[in-house]
């Protein structure tokens, strides 16, 4: 039975990577070859930027024979990224996913269903403190040589996602506790979500610093971890090669593991099925506000994005980098000063291309809010009722982009204005930023809708598929980062020639002619196509 | 109201629904019957303007589905097997939304949403999220969503699945009163007894092909509908 549930949860996790979503054809050998070959590359990238971190960290301890406290340094971040990074699914894939009724009336125990889906956290978890991990133990190998002690970092690759597991189960577990408890859970996953995010990024942007204060002050650091953090430095010990520590560590990782799966199978049921409600609300009826056809599609994309936590976190906190942005911009407009006065020193050919930078950035972060991308599949089996009614694809095609280019829009150009007025752009510079910041979006808006119209995925059981888990963000994400940088380079080298406002003013107007030609397309043909999905 | 002549619609080398020709006339409510898998859900799928089709033609009042979907659209409700409703609304939301597409005017809309949750036992509830609702509930939405525009022609897919005996007696009064009003209702069902009391036309498909329609009469003659339809499918 185990075997039939694994195969079911690793099928769901990687059907875009064996199976055609449009055709439900099986990929072809070279399809999923290509894919892999792009997950490697993604995975080895990142590795190699926290090898870079390893790296600060690694000769400087070792030499001082505190190798422990690097791996205890490494440990805590690979802890921190794994459960940052699985956690968002955990929740859903735990216990909102769809087939829990389906799978519970099977003769199945409660406590199988659960296994199987923990599984999938830990190979997450093995994914997300592998990326810090692998390159961890591969720069203390090349700093330390290759002993028998090697192998005690090497195993613990795949032990410590073992305690990830935990640790995000526990999180999930609370989250399910919480939410059924309380009557709009959609917001509070959404605030739980900001706060731990905002946690996030205090200790990314701190990191750097920190490591060189621990190198600097190994000694007092050590002290510390051994009193106040003795689970970390047995953890450091083991890794560094102690036999009694990893026993000690692989004992303790594996109690709390059974103690976890003992309490998950018991409140399962309980959890996934309702179990204690917040008190249903009462509808009171009052008169009712008519609006047109299209505002009433733009309002439907509006309360879907919002409606769910998933797609609002993952397709919308770029908004939250863009008043960030511009927040910082203003505290700390000295020093943006200071870089943007002094860009030519920095990148030869630069001077006055300030603006740019700050183009970029935007078409940076409203990049990140790829709304239209997962809003076909988002459909779901309810695409059956806005086929039924009379709009046109057209009118609910061009809602879809509506939403997205207006979400962007006003922060977006809130923004330019102020990042341009802090580095000192007159206003017919600021007002190009907006107009070539605005086009950018646009052609996202259609990249996103295009994609999404091509390899729609309507039989998803969690929406965490499409939104999360498929090939269509992915590449528009990659289109957004690759359009950004030639947005970038072009401006830069239009710049030296034109100026920058001439350069500003050619890309908005080669960016909104490729919005033209996708536009083009989605009228013509991405209708139909709209037409035919079902 | 509904003219479907030569119907077909072939999905790679299955004919799903061939060459089916049906007329409903106004005040008829018109059961289809047949097997799993014998077309049903094609047919009115392709009435509703939902699944495009290969050969044949539909007119709802006198309008082609093809060439003028959205005045045919706006004519008609249609009602799925299974109601998969947009659970990220609430259940007065997604009714108001409804009543935004087909432009139910303000004034109206608010006493007709009242009067029809009333009938189907649902008001208190429609404050919240349709996720949260039972089968029974959705279906008793998306009944009162159909509703909600006064359509001429209502298509229902297998309506009285997960209705209380209440709510099914409740819409077989509605159903009534539309035709009563002129209009009409074409509905596939596999409750024989249902199909048999209520309605004035039947007509039965099998492997896409239509193999018998008429009025109730005509088809049954003096036999029960079930046997007649048993004997045909063998």
Redesign the interface.
Known sequence: MMKVLLKKQFLEMNQALFRNRKTGQMRSRAGTVGFLILFAFLFISIATAFYGYADLLCVPLVEQGKGWLYFALMGLMAIFIGVFGSVFNTYAGLYKAKDTELLLAMPLRPSAIIASRMLGVYVMSILFTGIIWIPATVRYIVAAGRGTGIVFPILLIFILPLFVTVLTCLLGWLVAQVASRVRNKNTATIVATLVFLAVYYVVYFKLNSFLQSVVQNADSVASVMKSWGYPMYRLGLAAAGDPVSFAMTLAVIVILFALLCLVMSRSFLKLSLGGKQAK??????????????N???L??EW??FT??SIYLLNCGLGVLFLIAAAVAAVIKADAVRMVTDNIGSIIPGADGLAPLVVLAVICMFTGLNMITAPSISLE???I??I??????ARQVLTAKEKLHVLFNMIPGTVCAVVCCAVVGADVLTVLLVVLCALAFNCVIAAIGLIFDLKRPNLNWTNEATPVKQSLTIFLVMMIEFILTCAILFAGWLLGRILGIRLALLVITVVVGAVFLLLQHWIVRRGTAVF??I? | MLEINGLTKVYGTTRAVDDLTLHIRPGEIYGFIGHNGAGKTTTLKSVAGILPFDEGEILINGRSIREQPMECKRDMAYIPDNPDLYEFMTGIRFLNFVADIYQVPAEVRTGRIGELADTFEIKENLAQPIGSYSHGMKQKLALISAWIHEPKLILMDEPFVGLDPKASHTLKQMMREVCDRGGAIFFSTHVLEVAEKLCDKVAIIKSGKLIRSGTMEEVKGDESLESVFLELEE
């Open positions: 249903a609300a009462v509808y009171r009826e009052k008169p009712l506000r008519a609006s047109s056809t505002a009433t599609l309002k439907r309360r879907r409606g769910s779901g089996k309810g059956w009722l086929h039924s009614m009379p709009v046109s037409e035919t079902s």
